[in-house]
């Protein structure tokens, strides 16, 4: 099981108005790919643009989803070929197309987008499709090459269409894999290629880069790849993943052919996201000590501070993990603190990167002053906003104080201050409260720290999946169980509703009560909660039924209809329990039944899942061999003795591999339940015991001279 970057880091990295593609995460590494929306968006808005009175839903359909037929129909009524009744192909009856006076333009751009789609099914190096099917890859065939070729020259006078022929020109001898052509083909035609429009300007970049890596030209690839990366978000996540590391003559070449400082900082950009981002924002900023580009940087590196001592499976990280997480961030705070001195990269964003860190290790007053600053500098940014609550709540878990009014106000503020969609919710919420349930813990104050962290009051082991503490769990406590109650009713102040918020509802700890109550033999408490709580789903099981050998499956075959419930159930177990207590051969019976409930809801019967989702699941069965001890000296009857005996053995049974380990009791055998299987063997000449020897093995063995 992997833990999700969302699980184990706290601060929002796209807090900064940088791509989520390009934020840090160990298990992708893609960095986000291609954003196909924006790239969609930007293509029909270019289109809507040029020819003002179209919508962009029918330009999606035009585009996208028009066949071959299709658009010959639409251009032969655009050219006005065919009659003026005529409405067009079906779906376009209503086009807002036929609005544009300038019907040359239409018919010229239903040209175009016919050669675009003739085009696509070559734009591929996939050899299987996404369904997994084989694909034909071919390169494109040579009219189609001249028709791209001929079209930049009949647009001529057509800048936008001009610059998209040119575009599909670039993609056809891409796709021919002829990379020299490519690249001389761009270089020719840079200015053709340049607008009006920038999505198609940066996309045709991206082809150039590709022919360049492919023909071995490394370094002038990679330069390119930094320039999309940086100023282009759609293609951001492709071309990072696309630059690749490089010797260090690569290197130096790369560095040579840019033009700029800032096309040098764009390179050390891109190192930083694929290798060292402290190294490269340092080299960043002694190029350019205002860059912009440091923001995201910190953010990577902050977010790879806090996975390094994210707790994996339950384990805590290793001591050289936490030493080198306290490191990086010392250095992200001190990178961040100088920006905010010279005026260089969004100081709200430095401020926020520095708080945080202060929040961390615990200086409550430092990430405030920090925070505050931050969100004065950006009054109406609601990421920031949230990020800022986000931090000032983990601060204050970490100076925590028991009681203190104004604390408990201030974080129950924050946590409900953070917007729903903020990035880090979960992660924020589930540090804040499990630092919270330490501290309670730690006091005694055990109900608090149970509603602010589940499971921390009877923790269990992650191998075995078996508490780690003797003794009965709290929740097995009706004390405690009274107290959960109590708590999840009071909540008078924003803390204690906080406390108790996402956590255990009244009626369902009501229902873990009368459970309790029920395992415990108070049956009349145990009603009286189930009636309270409205609660009455069929066990599916007739849970008065017991066998020699147990089948949980049978039962729930052969009793799927049975319509007992806890309230039924209960109701039932109070008649019973009253003839017991008058004794006799009908308390004897009543009490093998009670014997037989109460066994058939622990681990062991067919009724467990009546505690199913619940913390009274139990493998204790003391109390049903209590009831079946007292149906064995109460009746007088041989046959009744020896059932009681032997189920009595069960129930001792069950007690004994209470909490053992499966493994266990594969390599050494079943206990022997050694206060009951010598009573069962005086009864031997009763029909019972025959059975017994005949289906139950583990008691013939025992049995056997």
Request: proline share 5%.
């Amino acid at each position: 099981m992997e833990i999700g970057i969302e699980e184990s880091t706290t601060f929002d990295p796209g807090v900064g108005g940088d791509w989520d593609g390009l934020s840090y995460d160990p298990y992708n590494a893609g960095f986000g790919g291609a954003c196909n929306d924006c790239m969609a968006a930007a293509m029909l808005a270019d289109w809507v643009a040029y020819l003002p009175g179209v919508s962009g839903e029918d330009w999606k359909k035009i585009l996208l989803s028009a066949s071959e037929a299709d658009l010959v129909s639409l251009r032969a009524k655009a050219a006005g070929k065919t009659p003026p009744s005529a409405k067009g192909p079906k779906g376009f009856e209503g086009s807002t197309l036929w609005k544009v006076t300038a019907k040359d333009r239409v018919v010229a751009a239903l040209d175009f987008v016919k050669l675009a789609r003739q085009i696509e099914p070559y734009a591929t190096f996939e050899t299987f499709d996404p369904d997994g099917t084989p694909n034909s890859v071919a390169p494109p065939p040579m009219p189609l090459v001249l028709a791209a070729r001929d079209g930049i020259k009949t647009s001529a006078k057509d800048p936008f269409l001009a610059q998209r022929y040119a575009f599909q020109a670039l993609r056809v001898a891409f796709y021919q894999r002829e990379w020299s052509s490519t690249v001389a083909f761009y270089d020719r035609n840079t200015a053709l290629l340049a607008g009006p429009s920038q999505d198609l300007a940066w996309r045709s970049r991206h082809y150039l880069a590709g022919a360049l890596s492919r023909k071995g030209m490394k370094a002038r690839a990679n330069v390119e790849l930094a320039r999309i990366a940086t100023n282009y978000k759609p293609l951001s996540g492709l071309a990072v993943q696309e630059f690749s590391p490089m010797e260090e003559g690569d290197w130096r070449e790369s560095l040579k052919l840019t033009k700029s400082v800032r096309e040098k900082t764009e390179l050390w950009q891109l190192v930083g996201i694929t290798k060292d981002g402290l190294v490269a924002a340092q080299e960043i900023l002694r190029l350019d000590p205002k860059s912009n580009l440091i923001g995201l940087l910190l953010a990577r590196e902050l977010e790879k501070a806090e996975t390094r001592v994210a707790e994996m499976w339950g384990q805590k990280p290793e001591p050289k993990q936490v030493a080198a997480s306290k490191k990086q961030l010392a250095t992200i705070e001190q990178l961040a603190t100088m920006q905010i001195a010279r005026g260089g990269d969004r100081p709200w964003l430095m401020e926020l990167i520095a708080g945080h860190i202060a929040a961390k290790r615990g200086d409550l007053a430092t990430a405030r002053q920090r925070l505050s600053r931050a969100v004065a500098a950006r009054p109406s940014d609601i990421k920031v906003a949230s990020q800022a609550k986000a931090s000032l709540a983990l601060a204050l878990a970490a100076t925590w104080r028991l009681d203190d009014g104004a604390s408990e106000g201030e974080l129950a503020a924050a946590m409900a201050g953070i917007d729903a969609k903020f990035a880090r919710t979960l992660a924020v919420k589930t540090t804040v409260r499990g630092k919270l349930a330490k501290q309670y813990v730690g006091a005694g104050r055990l109900v608090e720290a149970e509603f602010l962290e589940p499971g921390t009051v009877d923790p269990t082991d992650n191998r075995t999946g078996k508490p780690v503490k003797q003794g009965p769990p709290n929740w097995h406590q009706p004390k405690f169980l009274n107290d959960m109650i109590a708590r999840a009713n009071k909540q008078t102040t924003p803390f204690e509703r906080f406390l108790v918020e996402g956590s255990f509802k009244p009626a369902g700890l009501q229902f873990e009560l009368g459970l309790r109550y029920l395992l415990d033999g108070d049956f009349v408490g145990a009603q009286k909660l189930f009636k309270g709580t409205g609660r009455r789903t069929a066990w599916g099981t007739d849970p008065f039924v017991i066998h020699i050998r147990d089948c949980h499956d049978c039962d729930h075959t052969k009793y799927e209809k049975a319509k007992w419930d806890h309230v039924n159930v209960t109701e039932r177990l109070i008649d019973l329990d009253a003839k017991v207590k008058l004794g006799g051969e009908a308390g004897a019976e009543a009490a093998l039944q009670i014997g037989n409930v109460l066994y058939n809801l622990t681990y062991w019967g067919n009724a467990r899942q009546a505690t199913a989702e619940t913390h009274q699941k139990t493998e204790d069965s003391t109390l049903a061999m209590r009831y079946y001890k007292r149906s064995f000296d109460l009746t007088k009857n041989r046959e009744l003795k020896v059932k009681a005996a032997f189920l009595a053995s069960k129930a001792e049974l069950g007690v004994l591999m209470s909490g053992s380990d499966p493994q266990m009791l594969v390599n050494r055998g079943l206990p022997v339940p050694k206060t009951w299987f010598p009573v069962v063997k005086q009864y031997e000449n009763t029909r019972y015991y025959k059975e017994l020897l005949k289906e139950c093995g583990h008691f013939a063995s025992w049995a056997a001279p």
